[in-house]
C-alpha cells in the first residue's frame, strides 16, 4: 500500500471508528418482524455510504419472497478488460436481550479495554464496515477510481432465510457475476493470529411436534394413563445420539466425505489454539463428542444434530399439575461435503417418525430448504492472495480452518463467481449470537487495511497477469 493510502487510514480511524458505532446502534434484527423498520434504516445508511465514497448504480433490491432489501453497488468504470470482485456482506443481525446476559444495552457500543462491546459488532457489521471503508480508502488513493471493477451485494436476511438474495441470485444472477468472490462474514481464530476459513458447514432446520391428549389434562386424573408428550419428546431427543456422541439416525454419514490423513495432518496445526480458544470460550466443564476427531474437527468436518430449543408443558411460577397435551423441539443439523440437504432431512423425518411411541402423534415441519455444505479450493489463487493480505496486516502466518457455521448464501454464489474467499476480521471468541458480542476494535482497522490491500493484490496480478500474455 502507498504512503497516501496508510496515512488516509490512520487519519480517519477516528471517523470509521464512529460509523461502525452508527450502524451497530440500529438494531438490524431480521428475525423478528418488530425490527422491520430498523433493518430498513440500516439499508438506508449503507445506501448513503455507498454513494458518498463513489459507488455507482446503488438501490435496494427488494422481492415478493423476501421480508428486506439487499443493498446494491456497482463501479464497473475500471473496463470490461479488468476482473471483477464481488464483495458480499450481511447487515442483519440476531436477536438480543438483556435477560440473556448482557451487561450493557446491546445496541449501544461499549467500549472498554479495546474492545467494542455490542449486538451485531462481530456478526457481522464489522466485516461490512471493514469493506466498506476499504473501498473507500481505495477510492480515495486512486484519484475517485477503484483499480478495478467492484460490485457490492449487502444482505438484510442472513440470519434468518436469504429470501431476497436466493430470489435475486436465481433471476438476476448476471448481476451477481464476478471474478473472485469475498464473502465477508467468519472469524478468525484468536486476535492476533489470522485464520482463513476453507470451508463452511450447511445446514437444515425443523421442528418436532409431539401431540398427545387432544387438550391439557388434570395430571391427577390422568397421570398414570397417558404418555406424557414431554417425556415422549425427550424420550425420542435422547435417542438420537449414541452414548458416544454420534448421531443415530440410519445413514446420516453415509455421503460424508473422509479427507485424507495428510489433509488433516495438516489441519491439525490449528489444535492447540483451537482447542485453548474452546477452554476459553465455550467453558464448558469438559468437551463432547465423536470419539476419533479433535475438536476442529468435530465442529469443522463432521455433522452435528443439535436441539436448538424445546418446550412444553407449565413452565412459569409455583406449582400447576398440569399433563401437557404438547410439546415442541427446534432442531437444526450442521452438514459437512458431501452430505445433500434434502437427503439428510428425509432420513431424520423417516427416522423420527419410525422411533415416534405410537402413544403420541409427532409431526416433523421442515424450516427451510435447507443448505449444503462449502469446500473451496485452497490453493486457488486468490486464496493465496487473500492469505498474504493477512499476513502482511496481522504480521503472522495465516491458519486454515474449517468454520462450523454457515453461509447459506455461498451455494447460489458459487455457479456466479470464479473464486470465493471467505474473510472475516472479528474473532472465534467474540461470542456472535450470544450476550456481550464484541470486537477487538484494532481488528476493524486491521480489516480495513487487509481488505484494501487483497484488492489491491488482486488488481495487480490481473496487470502482471495480462502484461504476461500479451
Ligand atoms: N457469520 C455467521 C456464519 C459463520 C460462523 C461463518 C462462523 C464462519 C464461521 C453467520 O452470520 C451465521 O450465523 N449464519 C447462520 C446461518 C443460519 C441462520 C442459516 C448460522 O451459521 O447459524
Ligand atoms: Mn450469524
Not at 36 to 57: K, N, S
Amino acid at each position: 500500500m502507498t504512503q497516501t493510502t496508510l496515512e488516509f487510514m490512520a487519519q480517519n480511524q477516528a471517523r470509521f471508528l464512529e460509523e461502525l458505532k452508527t450502524l451497530i446502534r440500529i438494531p438490524s434484527i431480521s428475525t423478528q418482524p418488530a425490527h422491520a423498520a430498523d433493518v430498513q434504516q440500516a439499508a438506508d445508511w449503507l445506501v448513503d455510504r455507498l454513494v458518498e465514497i463513489g459507488m455507482t448504480e446503488v438501490e435496494q433490491i427488494r422481492h415478493p419472497a423476501g421480508r428486506h432489501p439487499l443493498v446494491y453497488g456497482r463501479w464497473s468504470a475500471a473496463g470490461s478488460d479488468r476482473p471483477t470482485v464481488l464483495i458480499y456482506g450481511h447487515y442483519d443481525v440476531q436477536p438480543a436481550e438483556m435477560a440473556d446476559g448482557w451487561k450493557t444495552d446491546p445496541f449501544t457500543p461499549h467500549i472498554i479495554d479495546g474492545k467494542l462491546y455490542a449486538r451485531g459488532s462481530t456478526d457481522s457489521k464489522i466485516n461490512v464496515m471493514s469493506q466498506l471503508k476499504a473501498l473507500e480508502t481505495l477510492f480515495h488513493a486512486n484519484q475517485g477510481r477503484l483499480p478495478l471493477n467492484v460490485t457490492v451485494v449487502f444482505e438484510g436476511e442472513e440470519e434468518s432465510g436469504s429470501e431476497t438474495f436466493e430470489a435475486f441470485a436465481a433471476a438476476h444472477g448476471e448481476r451477481l457475476r464476478a471474478d473472485v468472490a469475498v464473502i465477508s462474514d467468519g472469524s478468525i481464530i484468536r486476535p492476533e493470529q489470522p485464520s482463513l476459513v476453507c470451508g463452511l458447514r450447511g445446514i437444515i432446520s425443523f421442528e418436532i411436534h409431539v401431540q398427545g391428549p387432544i387438550d391439557d389434562l388434570h395430571s391427577g386424573h390422568y397421570g398414570g394413563s397417558v404418555h406424557n408428550p414431554v417425556q415422549a419428546l425427550a424420550e425420542i431427543l435422547a435417542a438420537l445420539h449414541d452414548a458416544e456422541g454420534r448421531v443415530t439416525v440410519p445413514g446420516f454419514y453415509d455421503e460424508v466425505r473422509q479427507f485424507s490423513p495428510e489433509r488433516r495432518a495438516a489441519w491439525a496445526g490449528i489444535d492447540p489454539i483451537f482447542d485453548a480458544a474452546w477452554h476459553q470460550v465455550a467453558a464448558a466443564p469438559q468437551p463432547w463428542g465423536e470419539p476419533g476427531y479433535s475438536l476442529h474437527e468435530r465442529t469443522g468436518i463432521r455433522p452435528t444434530l443439535e436441539i436448538n430449543g424445546f418446550y412444553g408443558g407449565y413452565t412459569a411460577e409455583g406449582v400447576k399439575t398440569v399433563l401437557p397435551a404438547r410439546a415442541v423441539a427446534k432442531i437444526s443439523c450442521r452438514l459437512v461435503p458431501d452430505q445433500i440437504p434434502r437427503q439428510v432431512m428425509a432420513r431424520v423425518k423417516a427416522h423420527l417418525e419410525a422411533i415416534a411411541p405410537p402413544t403420541v402423534r409427532l409431526e416433523v415441519i421442515e424450516m427451510d430448504m435447507g443448505a449444503a455444505a462449502v469446500y473451496l479450493d485452497e490453493q486457488a489463487p486468490a486464496m493465496r492472495l487473500a492469505a498474504e493480505a493477512y499476513e502482511t496486516i496481522w504480521n503472522q502466518p495465516v491458519l486454515l480452518e474449517m468454520a462450523g457455521g454457515s453461509v447459506p448464501i455461498t451455494n447460489a454464489l458459487l455457479p456466479l463467481v470464479g473464486q470465493v474467499v471467505i474473510m472475516g476480521f472479528t474473532h472465534r471468541g467474540g461470542r456472535a449470537h450470544g450476550p456481550n458480542e464484541h470486537i477487538v476494535i484494532e481488528n476493524y482497522f486491521r480489516g480495513i487495511s487487509t481488505a484494501a490491500l487483497f484488492i489491491e493484490k488482486l488488481a495487480s496480478q490481473a496487470a502482471a497477469g495480462k502484461a504476461a500474455h500479451s
